[in-house]
């Protein structure tokens, strides 16, 4: 079965944006859950998932393209989940 290349690009997105979020919530400071997930296997499910990302991006592109094109959409999100959380928050908060 082979998938279009707009069909491995939107599952690799889908991989990498999943495996960034996995990340944030393993971390102390994250803002979506009461208490984050546990570190190690939010960090181990994350790194899967971002290698996926790469793994399948690298079937459309050069290998190269595919690395930079993951750490520039996880550095995006990096940005703005924390902002989603703020804008959780506030919102929790206003009457």
Do not use: D, H
């Amino acid at each position: 079965m082979n998938l279009s290349p707009e069909a491995l690009q939107l599952a690799s997105s889908i991989a990498v944006a999943t495996g960034a979020a996995s990340l944030y919530l393993g971390a102390q400071n994250q803002r979506w859950l009461s208490r984050p997930l546990p570190g190690l296997w939010s960090g181990v499910a994350g790194a899967a998932l971002l290698l996926l990302g790469v793994f399948l991006w690298s079937q459309t592109v050069q290998l190269i393209t595919a690395i930079f094109g993951t750490l520039t959409l996880v550095m995006l999100l990096f940005i703005a989940f924390p902002c989603l959380g703020a804008l959780r928050t506030f919102i929790r908060k206003a009457p």
